[in-house]
Nanobody, 123 residues
Framework: QVQLVESGGGLVQAGGSLRLSCAVSGRTFYNYAMGWFRQAPGKEREFVAA????????SYAESVKGRFIISRDNAKNTAYLQMNNLAPEDTAVYYC????????????????WGQGTQVTVSS
């Protein structure tokens, strides 16, 4: 059974950086497109970023373009989200997601989800 485990969340001041990691169990990581979503208190879960199976294609929400970078290391079965110049409005629980199709991780309907990691940005 494939499992996704996020790490790297925490408390950071505005303007700071964090890198989230998503470790994926199993031997088929390279078959999955990976994505990151977030959910702030009182708001719906929203798409943040996605990367294709080989990392050749990426997609970002407008709100994070130029600040966040998604990447993956297929040898380590891990996806990453580098978050720079963080702002208080980035505060949310961040979820890792996986799907066999790139389109699955650019919507809110991927087949696999992690448990989430809290990111809090103080002003």
């Amino acid at each position: 059974q494939v499992q996704l485990v996020e790490s790297g969340g925490g408390l950071v001041q505005a303007g700071g950086s964090l890198r989230l990691s998503c470790a994926v169990s199993g031997r088929t990581f390279y078959n999955y497109a990976m994505g990151w979503f977030r959910q702030a208190p009182g708001k719906e879960r929203e798409f943040v970023a996605a990367i294709s199976t080989r990392g050749l294609s990426t997609s970002y929400a407008e709100s994070v373009k130029g600040r966040f970078i998604i990447s993956r290391d297929n040898a380590k079965n891990t996806a990453y989200l580098q978050m720079n110049n963080l702002a208080p409005e980035d505060t949310a629980v961040y979820y890792c997601a996986a799907d066999f199709h790139f389109s699955g991780v650019t919507t809110s309907t991927p087949s696999l989800w992690g448990q989430g990691t809290q990111v809090t940005v103080s002003s």
